[in-house]
């Protein structure tokens, strides 16, 4: 994300409501319109096939298929994301720019390779469906590990607008694509699904292809022992294995869920509440770029380039001092502006639920689920300036914590009964969140002796 700090400088520049509105806008979408645009686009998908009188179960059937496809693909390449995100970084500072897409086509092949071997032992051991809709899985599986190693490649160009642009025309096609193959029952809508995703990814690969020139047509140089950072691995798989760790839980509980295909199992009890409630994290997100990708990035820039420079120690106390004021500016801004949202929403749930045609049962959950993706908010904050800091093991430990906490207590909600349904999640994110304050603290604390110390 780094790179957006240097757009939405550029239109903070303008120094006018308009300016802050159009920054808070820009970063609303590059941060939430991904996301939006994919489960929007797959609702759609599901409601046009219910209008075209397609049986509810075949619906079901694809919705939770698409959700497992998304869940597994990010927990297996989450780690790989950071830690190649970080080889490409590295290589851009040494300007070793044709070393950059020999790697990424060798980055891919292993991915391709791992999900297909991975995709294929599990759909062939654990389905007993068609072979036509176990092929479809396995190929839109492989597509969506490929894809979001190339977002995050996108991201690293800055190309934030073509990433929209692209998205858009992707999922528009695979809306459209899903009303013409509509015939074609569960089949049809999986295959729509994979040539929305596969023109993504093309197009995407294309984009790529434009920017970075090479002579080499593949190459491994990330798997160099000195070039892998076995902590960005790691994080990557607890962070994204600790969002979706209490869904699986809740799945796989036989009190909890039921069956929908094959092994896969949903929880309409859980299920539904906590994606309305991650629908609320627009406005966190879009504070959370504007202040920590411009005002904090500006201060830490600066503050390490006069430590670069030989600046004296009262200069750069004087930069950090500025840099933690608005680390805590930032975290306050995002607090206000995420507290008013869960508060309004809180004001009007029974109304939206009511418009949405879901039961008024549903709210305690709802509610503590706008907590807790509120809270998620801040943390991924936290993270983000730990990754700034340079302190990975810091970050490590606080995404593990985050998976055996959420685990923990979410086994511990079910055992106590549906009352205490999403609290496990919620407080799991409030201790990590406490504990990374401390951390943060800690670590702004030492901030010279470690730099002019350790690192000498």
Known sequence: ????????????????????????????????????????????????????????????????????????????????????TRFVSDRLFERKFTRILPNLVGVLLLVTLTAGILGTLLLWALFDEPLTYRLLVLANFVTLCNLWLVIIFLSGMKAYNRILLVMLVGYSLMVVSAFLLSFMGLNGLLLALLMGHGSLLFIYLYDILREYRSDTLVAFDFLDKRQVFTSLLLTGLCYNL????????????????????????????????????????????????????????????????AIREGETLQHIGQLKVEMTLSIRQGLLEICKVQGLTVVLLFLFAPQLLEWLGISSYYLPLFYIDLVGVSIQVVFMALLNVFFYLDKRAIVLKLCVMFVLLNAALTLLSLYMGPSFFGYGFTLSLLICVLVALQQLSRALDDLEYETFMLRN
Not at 57 to 81: E, K, N, W
Not at 269 to 294: C, H, N, Q, S, W
Request: charged share 10%; aromatic share 14%.
């Open 1 to 84: 994300m780094a790179g957006i700090g240097f757009e939405l400088r550029k239109i903070l520049s303008r120094d006018s409501y308009t300016a802050t509105l159009h920054a808070y806008v820009y970063a609303g979408l590059i941060s939430s319109g991904p996301w939006v645009l994919s489960i929007v686009s797959v609702m759609l998908v599901g409601i046009l096939s219910l209008s075209l009188l397609m049986p509810e179960m075949l619906v079901r059937q694809f919705l939770i298929s698409v959700t497992y496809l998304m869940a597994t693909s990010l927990i297996l390449t989450g780690g790989l994301q950071l830690f190649f």
């Open 242 to 305: 600790g969002i979706w760790i209490d869904k699986f839980i809740f799945w796989f509980n036989p009190g909890t869920s039921s069956a929908v295909i094959g092994p896969m199992r949903s929880s309409v009890l859980y299920d539904l509440p906590i994606f309305l409630a991650y629908l609320a994290i627009i406005p966190g997100m879009a504070v959370f770029l504007v202040r920590i990708e411009t005002d904090f990035a500006q201060w830490y820039d600066r503050l390490f380039r």
